[in-house]
């Protein structure tokens, strides 16, 4: 057993040169120091597979990191309570997100798939107005995948489409927090000032919803009981407030992804297209070599020995889910793209006792994951039917940039 950190030479985890390329960062903290001191972090970087399945697994590695991290724009969330408190709040959302209570959901998923594709939206990132025509050329990341869980979780909530341009700004501006890890006051500012927004928006909505109940999750919400205990309006808004940022950037970025690694090689998205019991294992495999979100800290609440170190009550660690998506020492070749490969069990990505970590692990494994499995697997099918000759972009080369929420920058695509 170690305790002190051994004389290991490696990048600061916040420099631009780690935000360059994250996975050769991790190729060299797997081999040299596994769990490796990060001066800039002010914490440990747990990179091994194993490793980060342990502290998943361990409710030492608690999640009152959060109070820091994220309480400040979600307010106090299911996603920072450990124990009985988090399964009690938990058990009053997860009914809207499995069996019975997610199928009826999936008729929703696809009017919107539709609704996009049928008409002209305007680009986030250019404001220009696109179709979706066979010829045209779109970015399938800002014209498309930004949409879709945005429109399909204000459905659920029964919120307007119209305000999408308003739901975005405020969930980037939530996640720009989540990941600024080195805490720039502006940034920090920004994502509070975004949650106040949102509370002003929703705290009307939530009041008259009580005298209006509908089928909406809002409507769950206020009337959900467990041993006769209900929400409060903060915890209400604060569950919206989690639903509208948990799916919205990670969906598009996985889905945008997975089609730039298919159109790479086009001869990927030709296999695919033409045998759709491929297309789980190829979102299954993008969400392995690519998750959207990296990494997830934690706080270790007692001492405890991790990868041979021993680490102090209070230490800050950062479970480095990418870096372990493309270990070594559990898959083979895992730098590649290969959703052929035996050593990952697609069906169980969107499980709590999937192969990698793309949705995090144990007892906080996000609740979305089916919802998002959904959305991706339809949409992409979908895509598939309308756009058969789908390509690149002339000249287009897909970047894949980001730390915390890592994906492709754009995806311009020709229909």
């Not at 399945?53 to 309570?81: C, D, H, I, K």
């Not at 969400?287 to 979100?293: A, E, K």
């Amino acid at each position: 057993m170690m305790t002190d950190t051994p004389a290991v030479t490696l990048p600061g985890f916040l420099s631009p040169e780690v935000a360059a390329d994250p996975d050769a960062f991790y190729r060299r903290l797997r081999a040299e120091d596994p769990v490796h001191w990060d001066d800039g972090y002010q914490g440990y970087l747990i990179s091994k597979h194993a490793d980060v399945g342990l502290a998943y697994r361990n409710p030492l590695f608690s999640t009152q990191n959060y109070e820091v991290s994220l309480q400040p724009v979600f307010g106090r969330s299911m996603l920072q309570m450990d124990g009985a408190e988090h399964s009690r709040k938990k058990a009053l959302v997860t009914p809207y997100f499995r069996g019975k209570g997610l199928e009826k959901w999936a008729p929703v998923i696809a009017r919107n798939i539709a609704t996009i594709l049928d008409r002209s939206v305007t680009s986030a990132a250019e404001h220009i107005t696109r179709g979706f025509r066979p010829g045209d050329t779109v970015d399938l990341l800002a014209d498309f995948g930004y949409y879709l869980p945005v429109y399909v979780i204000t459905d659920m909530l029964g919120l307007p489409h119209r305000d999408y341009d308003r739901f975005f700004d405020w969930y980037s501006r939530h996640v720009a927090f989540l990941g600024n890890l080195a805490r720039d006051p502006e940034i920090d500012e920004s994502g509070r000032e975004a949650t106040k927004e949102l509370w002003e928006y929703l705290a009307p909505v939530v009041e008259d919803r009580r005298s209006h109940l509908g089928e909406d999750l809002i409507s769950g919400l206020i009337t959900a009981e467990i041993d006769g205990e209900s929400l409060e309006d903060a915890e209400i808004l604060t569950h919206i407030t989690q639903l509208l940022n948990a799916g919205s950037e990670t969906t598009g970025k996985a889905l945008a992804s997975m089609f730039a690694y298919l159109l790479r090689r086009r001869e990927l998205f030709e296999e695919v297209r033409d045998d759709r019991s491929l297309v789980i294992p190829a979102i299954s495999e993008t969400l392995r070599i690519s998750p959207p979100s990296q990494m997830n800290g934690r706080k270790v609440t007692q001492e405890v020995e991790i990868g041979g170190r021993l680490l102090p009550a209070g230490t800050l660690v950062m479970l480095l889910m990418a870096s372990a998506n493309r270990d070594e020492d559990r898959f083979a070749d895992p730098d590649t793209f290969d959703y052929h490969r035996t050593d990952l069990q697609h069906e169980k990505t969107f499980t709590a006792a999937g192969d990698t970590f793309a949705f995090g692990s144990g007892r906080h494994f996000c609740l979305g994951a089916m919802l998002a499995k959904s959305e991706l697997e339809m949409a992409s099918n979908v895509l598939m039917d309308r756009f058969p000759d789908m390509r690149l972009a002339n000249g287009f080369e897909p970047r894949w940039a980001g730390l915390k929420m890592r994906s492709v920058g754009s995806l311009m695509v020709t229909l």
